[in-house]
């Protein structure tokens, strides 16, 4: 039934977003958790050396990782979210 595949949660919606809960669990809040603290510590060196400001907006962004995840966990999204 083409209607059910439509829903929020329908159909394949509700495998993968079992297939992004799985990654979220395995990889990505592992790699959120470890990087977390590394983010912490080099925000005061990012406004007196340049080189810490794109390793720092490399890092936040996959510390903010898991909030793209929960996002296409919730609509079941068919393309995994990258960081």
Not at 3 to 27: D, R
Not at 52 to 68: C, G, K, Q, Y
Request: aromatic letters at 14%; a positive charge; charged letters at 15%.
């Amino acid at each position: 039934d083409d209607k059910n595949n439509t829903t929020k949660m329908g159909g394949h919606s509700f495998c993968l977003s079992l297939c992004w809960l799985a990654i979220l669990l395995i990889l990505v809040w592992p790699l959120a958790f470890a990087l977390a603290f590394v983010w912490i510590l080099i925000q005061p060196f990012e406004a007196c050396c340049p080189v810490f400001r794109s390793i720092n907006r490399f890092i936040e962004r996959l510390v903010t990782w898991p909030r793209d995840m929960g996002y296409a966990i919730s609509t079941g999204q068919s393309g995994c979210p990258y960081p």
